[in-house]
């Protein structure tokens, strides 16, 4: 959750799910409030547009969050099989929702029009990520992944057995529900197992398709995950209620009072790792302040380069460094911020650094900042046999037109020398 705080694309995704979720789940309770209290309900529009709005906001955040718009959809399909609704309903409550979406999606293209971003923008949310699916790519070796995320299954232990607990209780209200509507009083049977499945299926299809949408992603980064934490966390608290529905339905005694305490103490116990952890990123964000005071970190960076450049003058950083633009105020030589993407295409990623040729030839940048690894590769202009990546006409370029300038630092310098 430290990650989720940390004003990232998946801070912005969990709001924004949320938000839908919230939308949508609030206009579907009010119309079964109103049909119980009149015989029918009156379909509220405005909910769904909402749900479907805020779900588009939260997939351009990050293409992740199409997971809870995707879960909304089936949700709806489910409804329908399970006769909670007609057909007519079904439809345009989805059509509604489908308009909201499409509605932020509208939004967004007109703005990126306006700035003339729409092109690069479309590349970067579908073109670049189809990456990712080519051979060799992060989305064909998901699976094998898995097995190294044993901090992940410490830290959310609890989440996943109450989460295994809603299963199971859906299940047995299930069952309950079957037995009572083959007995004779069947207008009294109760729907707790219908809803319960309805919801199951809408938290489960958020989850499932979160955490495929994490796995496929390069790299497989702790802050990949927060998404799939708020419907995994929804679920293990449905789970939770589906137990309290359980232990209301048997008499009461002292089983069921030690049950209750078992259950908290068993709670404050399984905080413990995921407080512990809480507290290392915490430390670790304290700490990262520090850089600030380092005569060589970010801010000295910062002042060297607005020393010996002007405002207009165009720079480039390698590797991911974009608080050195903010912070200079000085213009990226490149439509690439950074070259971390470098690491996630891997062997696909040869376009990426002809274009950088190609734009310094352009925009001429007058400081280039290399990381060590960087800089042995460009000196020596040579072909990169792990990643397959041809770095011989990068370095011919800026043999040519840069040297070296001393600064101490992880970093090697060139300025420009025409």
């Given at each position: ?51 479907g ?15 809870a ?10 409804l ?5 609704q ?46 990712n ?21 410490k ?19 299930l069952?309950?529900f ?11 049977a ?8 309805s919801?199951l299926?809408l ?30 966390v ?5 789970g ?13 005694g002292m ?12 709670v ?44 207009s ?38 376009f ?30 040579k ?21 070296p ?9 060139l300025?420009?020398?025409?």
């Amino acid at each position: 959750m430290y990650r989720c705080g940390t004003n990232r694309c998946e801070t912005f995704v969990v709001l924004f799910e949320l938000a839908a979720i919230r939308a949508y789940q609030k206009t579907l309770l009010r119309d079964r409030e109103e049909r119980a209290d009149a015989g029918h309900g009156r379909l509220r529009r405005n909910g769904f547009v909402w749900a479907g709005f805020w779900a588009g906001w939260a997939m351009l955040s990050k293409q992740i969050g199409i997971a809870a718009f995707a879960a909304m959809g089936v949700h709806q399909v489910v409804l329908w099989l399970l006769r909670k609704q007609d057909f007519k309903t079904t439809w345009r409550q989805c059509a509604w929702g489908l308009g909201g979406w499409s509605l932020a999606l509208g939004i967004a293209v007109i703005g990126l029009w306006f700035t003339g971003d729409l092109k690069w923008a479309g590349y970067a949310i579908v073109g670049f990520n189809l990456l990712n699916f080519e051979p060799g790519g992060s989305a064909t070796t998901f699976p094998s992944s898995i097995y190294g995320w044993n901090d992940h299954l410490k830290v959310l232990a609890l989440p996943l057995i109450l989460s295994g607990a809603a299963i199971v209780f859906t299940g047995a209200l299930l069952w309950d529900f079957r037995r009572q509507r083959s007995s004779a009083d069947r207008k009294s049977a109760p729907q707790q197992g219908t809803d319960a499945l309805s919801m199951l299926v809408l938290l489960g299809v958020w989850l499932g398709t979160a955490l495929y949408l994490s796995l496929v992603g390069p790299a497989r980064y702790d802050h990949y995950f927060p998404p799939v934490i708020t419907p995994l966390v929804l679920l293990a608290t449905w789970g939770f209620s589906l137990m309290l529905v359980q232990y209301q339905s048997q008499p009461a005694g002292m089983r069921r009072v030690f049950w209750r305490y078992a259950g908290v103490l068993w709670v404050l116990y399984m905080c413990v790792a995921p407080m512990n952890n809480q507290w290392g990123w915490l430390s670790y964000g304290i700490s990262s302040h520090y850089d600030d005071l380092n005569p060589f970190g970010v801010q000295a960076e910062v002042a060297k380069i607005s020393e010996i450049t002007q405002p207009s003058d165009a720079i480039f950083v390698w590797g991911y460094k974009p608080r050195i633009y903010w912070e200079t105020r000085r213009p990226c030589a490149a439509k690439y911020i950074g070259v971390d993407k470098l690491g996630q295409a891997g062997r696909h990623g040869q376009f990426i650094i002809d274009d950088l040729v190609e734009s310094f030839g352009r925009t001429k940048p007058k400081l280039i900042l290399l990381s060590p690894d960087a800089a042995e590769a460009m000196r020596d202009g040579k072909w990169n046999e792990r990643d397959r990546l041809d770095y011989r006409a990068m370095g011919n370029y800026l043999c040519t037109h840069y040297e070296p300038m001393v600064f101490r630092g992880d970093a090697m310098w060139l300025i420009r020398k025409d």
